[in-house]
């Protein structure tokens, strides 16, 4: 059985770490490079840096931070946020990032998915969707950080990003996200059932227990936390040997031992 994994996000806004609820009443949570150096110290098996300002001017202060952030880091880095080319993810990788994601640019380009995945690999393009609950058995895709709906399905535009050529799908529960109430499990069955590539549980991770839930009850290949790891609710060394305690398989650092990139 595959193992699975833990990342753990920084959303950088201006600079700094921020965390809110549904997206909103953002606070600050920290200094990105103190914080990516204790991920990489507990444990974490990935990192993801998403940039929720994605303004023009921000973009290289941003690709600067990453670059930063890598000198530290040698966990694998998911780095998303307002890349609208090639060349943008370009810089970013460049930068130090392992994985690009894209999110509201996919929508609105869905061909920029089919450009990176030509150039890079499908295996560094992350394809990140945020949706929230229309129905039972239904969820629609939005854009902006939840404040522009879209009238597309996020089964049917799941489907087609991994047909587009993204690597992996980052999911997130716009209505779970920042309230740590759990995973929506529904959301994750549903479309962990029309996928071959892996999928990330994004948003509402509350308890050690949400974790068991999200990896026994659905298909995904990895669980995302941000508040829940940075303000220490739940440490992820303890985490990982509760989960495997419950019978999900999961890679365990040695002491001492340094990651490095695949």
């Given amino acids: 059985m595959d193992e699975k994994r833990i990342i753990a996000c920084l959303d ?44 023009v001017e921000g973009r290289k202060t941003f690709a600067e931070l990453v670059t930063r952030i890598r000198s530290v880091v040698s966990l694998p880095i998911t780095v998303g946020g307002g890349i609208k080319c090639v060349a943008e993810a370009q810089r970013l990788f460049d930068s130090g990032a392992t ?41 629609k895709v939005v854009t902006r950080g939840g404040r522009e709906e879209t009238a ?20 997130t529960s716009m209505d779970c996200d920042g309230a740590k109430g759990g995973y929506d499990i529904e959301l994750y069955q549903a479309v962990c059932s029309v996928l071959s590539i892996p999928v990330i549980a994004s948003g509402g991770a509350g308890t050690m227990a949400h974790f068991v839930d999200v990896f026994t009850k659905t298909g995904v290949s990895a669980a995302l936390g941000a508040s829940i790891f940075h303000f220490h609710d739940v440490e992820i060394p303890k985490l990982k040997i509760f989960l495997q305690q419950c019978g999900i398989p999961m890679r365990m650092q040695m002491e001492g031992e340094a990651y490095h990139e695949p």
Avoid: H
Wanted: proline residues 2%; charged residues 25%.
């Fill in 12 to 55: 950088i806004k201006d600079g700094s770490v921020v965390k809110g609820v549904n997206f909103v009443n953002l606070k600050e949570a920290g200094d990105p490079l103190a914080l990516g150096q204790y991920y990489q110290e507990s444990g974490a098996d990935e990192l993801a840096m998403l940039d929720i300002t994605a303004t």
């Fill in 99 to 139: 994985k690009v994601s894209i999110s509201s640019q996919a929508v609105l380009t869905p061909s920029l998915i089919d450009d990176l995945a030509r150039t890079f690999g499908s295996e560094r393009i992350v394809c990140a969707i945020d949706v929230r609950r229309e129905a039972e058995g239904r969820w």
């Fill in 152 to 171: 597309l399905d996020a089964l049917a535009w799941a489907e087609e990003a991994q047909r587009r050529g993204a690597g992996e799908i980052l999911l």
